[in-house]
């Protein structure tokens, strides 16, 4: 009798498995681009912020400066500076400035004196804890 084999079929891919795969390659393709944009998105969010916070404090020196900037061109630093730098005085005040005697001598202040440490109490040996926890009683030799 004739044996038949059978041959093994050669699956086809038909035109809807094609349509199929390309649609679900084109969505992981935007999948994967989709999830990049916002990974990109969310950096360049971080980096708005750091700069954001920057220029917050940049602004508030800014505005320091300006007021140091107004305080310094006005008349009252200058008059300031003229009494306490310039040595400079107005009518009717009379200029102090305090002169040390020529024969006084410069005295050196007296190091005071460095306490001496107090003896620590010495620690026991560790194994002596140990002794104690488990035996109750003092270590041998001591």
Do not use: C
Request: charged content about 20%.
């Amino acid at each position: 009798m004739e044996e038949r084999t059978e041959r093994p079929r050669k699956q086809q891919i038909s035109g809807i498995q094609i349509v199929f795969a390309s649609i679900l390659s084109i969505g992981l393709l935007l999948t994967i681009n989709f999830s990049a944009r916002i990974r990109r998105g969310q950096q360049i969010e971080e980096v708005r912020a750091r700069i954001e916070a920057t220029i917050n404090v940049l602004s508030t020196e800014q505005a320091d400066l300006i007021s140091e900037r107004d305080y310094a061109s006005s008349d009252a630093a200058v008059i300031e500076w003229a009494h306490r730098e310039g040595k400079l005085i107005r009518e009717g005040e009379v200029l102090v400035i305090p002169v040390q005697p020529a024969n006084a001598q410069i005295t050196t202040p007296t190091p005071a004196a460095t306490p001496i440490p107090l003896a620590t109490p010495t620690e026991p040996p560790t194994w002596h804890l140990w002794w104690k926890l488990f035996f109750d009683g003092p270590p041998p030799g001591s």
